[in-house]
């Protein structure tokens, strides 16, 4: 999906009650025709990092910007998956590298084992894609704090448990 029109069809598809915005129910069920298993909590995550106007809905606008990183993930995913249809670990790593993050084994290994839903090692599209919209809210919601930018912050533990329980799976 990479043309407007197109979006805008299957949008349209999806808002059945034309109300001009999708739930996370909707967009969830609309995911998984094209054979996309995600919760629905992640689900959610997505429409969270781009509900700009904070309605707990998506627009056609908003869903655009979803779209255009859940696209970027994709490409990730297809560059390494060499056919196979999944991803090993070192891969995931590979293609998070190229999506721009970064992390050391302890986090990289902590959230693999996380997003692995059948625990066999490997990460389908779907696992992949949950794996990346985890690690976008959790950057988001870190830079939120960072505010002068040291790629560090100091947390209470109100703040923390707002953290943890705003990136819960
Ligand atoms: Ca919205």
């Known amino acids: 999906m990479d043309n407007t029109t197109t979006l805008r069809q299957w949008f349209d598809r999806v808002d059945s009650e034309k109300t001009g915005s999708i739930t996370a129910t909707q967009l969830k069920s609309a995911l998984a025709v094209g054979n996309l298993q995600f919760s629905l909590s992640i689900v959610q995550q997505m429409i969270r990092m781009y509900d700009f106007d904070r309605n707990g809905t998506m627009s056609f606008g908003e869903f655009v910007a ?35 993050f970064s992390l050391d084994s302890p986090a990289f290994y902590t959230v693999c084992e ?56």
């Open 66 to 100: 979803l779209n255009k990183f859940l696209t970027k993930a994709q490409r990730a995913f297809s560059d390494v998956e060499r056919n196979r249809g999944y991803l090993l670990p070192d891969d995931v790593h590979e293609a998070l590298g190229k999506i721009g």
């Open 114 to 169: 996380s997003f692995d839903q059948k625990k066999d090692g490997r990460f389908r599209l779907d696992d992949f894609i949950s794996l990346c919209i985890f690690l976008q809210s959790a950057r988001n919601l870190f830079n939120s704090f960072d505010t002068a930018k040291q790629g560090r912050v100091t947390l209470d533990l109100n703040q923390f448990v707002y953290c943890t329980a705003n990136c819960r799976i």
